[in-house]
């Protein structure tokens, strides 16, 4: 039985698929994903979405699904899964003892958790399918036949020492990039692999579009519209997918920030979000190895902290110093929530002392607390003058012209290299973190050494004699 057969049969899957009309341009999807006969107006759909004109003679066993918000595309994941693990047989292919995995990646734990409902749905409410069902968790399904379904969130460790039937990412457009600068590409790169010895096996990668780079553009711009491609790319609308949202919430949100609503709902990627700073500029200003500098006396430092309430981001410090037209980064601290606000004020006052700082600079956060809370250790607290975006701005020509040294910290060199340009309506530029991620180190790197644009003063050796005796 093929999945469209599945999605009608009454028994299976045909309880969730009787609206005919919403479910149209899905089936459409399945059928050339699977390579089944099509319908004139599936086949309409297909060339509208595909920019193709030959339908599929065969399944594919790579495809790209991008599509707005609220199209489907979770619960559409979680369908193919079941039916992958549940209607398809790869024990010839296995091992004794090995289990063929059906992996599903979702961006972050809360998507896992809805596409895991789906799955157990669509799993334990079809009497056929839940006699299949031999041992549960929170996050997968094992199966009689010897297949497994699991969801996770995005790690390329998580993927590697499987034996995968199939991968099915979601959101990969957004996925965190905490600890890589291009965790799409390391957790494609790891799947593969994981796939080869399955002849079969089919990876399916669905996101709403974001900016134009990483992997799913990469995708689109291969393969869209090629007859000859063996790799499917389909592009449609929110209501092309799923024509019950109401078209008045489409125009409300164009009208409040067309190039948002453009990728979230018209699956256009967005022409006003670009990279910040090129990875190969990060990687020249940054010397192999060299993780911090001693203090040396003869040297007069700065220092900007990027403070945090302790619950959510992070707090962090950096400190930096000149020398003639070169801005070079001694040290980064970062600690990461939750913690206690006083113990890392006391922790980075230590080592401001260690550099002979007294006053540091920061972000205006929490009104007064950091600079009472850094009074208290003597150590004098200054509001910034410049906005983080401007901060930014002033950075990335010394970033360009190599009269920059940063330190070989991964962190910050990953969250440099994911910032984002965006311009609004009116022209002006903001720089800021992708969609789930982070830039608190990278704030304070750049507040810092954009300081140190400005020679800093002298220091004054009786006051450090008077603030180590405290």
């Given at each position: 039985m093929n999945l469209l057969q599945a999605m009608s049969d009454p028994k299976l899957f045909g309880p969730w698929f009787k609206d005919a009309d919403t479910w149209a341009a899905w089936r459409g999807?399945?059928?050339?994903?699977?390579?089944?006969?099509?319908?004139?107006?599936?086949?309409?759909?297909?060339?509208?979405?595909?920019?193709?004109?030959?339908?599929?003679a065969e399944a594919y066993s790579e495809a790209w699904l991008i599509c707005g918000r609220r199209a489907g595309k979770s619960f559409v994941l979680a369908l193919i899964a079941v039916y992958l693990a549940c209607f398809r047989d790869y024990r010839r292919y296995l091992a004794p003892g090995e289990r063929a995995t059906i992996l599903i990646i979702a961006t972050d734990r809360r998507q896992a958790r809805t596409i895991f409902r789906y799955i157990k749905g669509l799993l334990t409410e079809v009497p056929m399918l839940a006699r299949m069902v031999e041992r549960e968790t929170a996050d997968e399904f094992d199966l009689t036949n010897r297949v497994t379904i699991e969801v996770g969130?995005?790690?390329?460790?998580?993927?590697?020492?499987?034996?995968?039937?199939?991968?099915?990412?979601?959101?990969?457009?957004?996925?965190?990039?905490?600890?890589?600068?291009?965790?799409?590409?390391?957790?494609?790169?790891?799947l593969r692999p994981a796939m080869a010895t399955i002849p079969n096996g089919m990876m399916l990668c669905a996101s709403s579009p974001y900016a134009r780079r990483g992997a799913l553009y990469d995708a689109f711009q291969r393969y869209h519209g090629r007859d000859d491609a063996q790799v499917l790319v389909w592009r449609a609308a929110t209501r092309t997918m799923n024509p019950s949202v109401p078209q008045s919430v489409v125009d409300e949100a164009?009208?409040?920030?067309?190039?948002?609503?453009?990728?979230?709902?018209?699956?256009?990627?967005?022409?006003?979000?670009?990279?910040?700073?090129?990875?190969?500029?990060?990687?020249?200003?940054?010397?192999?190895?060299?993780?911090?500098?001693?203090?040396?006396?003869?040297?007069?430092?700065?220092?900007?902290?990027?403070?945090s309430g302790g619950a959510s981001d992070s707090m962090t410090l950096a400190i930096g110093h000149r020398e003639d037209e070169r801005i070079v980064l001694d040290a980064v601290r970062e600690r990461k929530a939750p913690f206690s606000p006083e113990s890392v004020v006391s922790e980075f006052s230590d080592l401001l002392k260690r550099y002979r700082i007294s006053q540091v600079a920061g972000d205006r956060y929490a009104g007064s607390w950091p600079s009472e809370s850094f009074q208290r250790h003597g150590i004098t607290y200054t509001p910034a003058d410049k906005s983080k975006s401007q901060i930014y701005v002033d950075l990335l020509p010394r970033l360009n012209s190599g009269q920059v040294e940063l330190l070989d910290v991964p962190v910050l060199a990953t969250q440099l290299i994911t910032l984002e340009r965006?311009?609004?309506?009116?022209?002006?530029?903001?720089?800021?973190?992708?969609?789930?991620?982070?830039?608190?180190?990278?704030?304070?790197?750049?507040?810092?050494?954009?300081?140190l644009q400005k020679q800093p003063g002298d220091y004054d050796p009786d006051m450090w004699a008077r603030l180590l005796d405290d």
């Open positions: 999807f399945v059928g050339a994903l699977f390579g089944l006969p099509l319908y004139v107006t599936e086949a309409d759909t297909y060339r509208a979405c595909t920019g193709r004109f030959e339908a599929p969130t995005s790690s390329y460790r998580a993927v590697r020492g499987r034996t995968l039937a199939a991968a099915l990412c979601d959101e990969l457009a957004f996925w965190p990039s905490d600890t890589s600068a291009s965790p799409d590409y390391e957790i494609l790169d790891a164009l009208e409040r920030d067309l190039p948002s609503a453009s990728a979230e709902y018209l699956a256009q990627f967005r022409s006003d979000v670009e990279s910040f700073v090129a990875r190969e500029v990060v990687e020249a200003a940054t010397p192999p190895g060299v993780v911090e500098k001693a203090p040396i006396t003869s040297v007069t430092y700065s220092a900007f902290c990027d403070p965006r311009t609004a309506r009116g022209g002006r530029d903001s720089i800021d973190h992708a969609p789930g991620g982070h830039d608190d180190v990278a704030n304070a790197a750049a507040g810092v050494l954009v300081a």
